[in-house]
């Protein structure tokens, strides 16, 4: 929160602490709070920095994992597809 009221809630910054976030509570074991927040940082990724960035890419690919634990392998698997697809 205090990022974002600094820099902006779709500042790279305030993403990527958005993203460590849900890292966190997907290690802690909080899958769909990790979920919702991986979700945001990845809309806001593919707003800002575009769905080729390195950042986005990345964001996929925890999305995707998370997915997987959560047991949405279909959508998992789609986004693992985007992810393949990225040049």
Same mark, same amino acid.
């Given at each position: 929160d205090a990022r974002e009221g600094t820099l902006g809630k779709e500042h790279p910054e305030t993403l990527q602490s958005l993203s460590q976030l849900a890292l966190a509570l997907d290690n802690m074991g909080h899958l769909p709070e990790a979920e919702e927040l991986q979700r945001r940082a990845?809309?806001?990724? /593919? &707003?800002? $920095?575009?769905?080729?960035?390195?950042?986005?890419?990345?964001?996929?690919? &925890? $999305?995707?994992?998370?997915?997987?634990?959560?047991?949405?392998?279909? /959508?998992?698997?789609?986004?693992?597809? &985007?992810?393949?697809?990225?040049?």
């Open positions: 990845l809309d806001a990724k /593919e &707003r800002t $920095l575009g769905p080729q960035h390195p950042s986005t890419l990345r964001s996929i690919e &925890r $999305l995707a994992d998370l997915l997987q634990d959560l047991g949405k392998e279909s /959508e998992a698997a789609e986004l693992q597809k &985007r992810a393949a697809v990225a040049p």
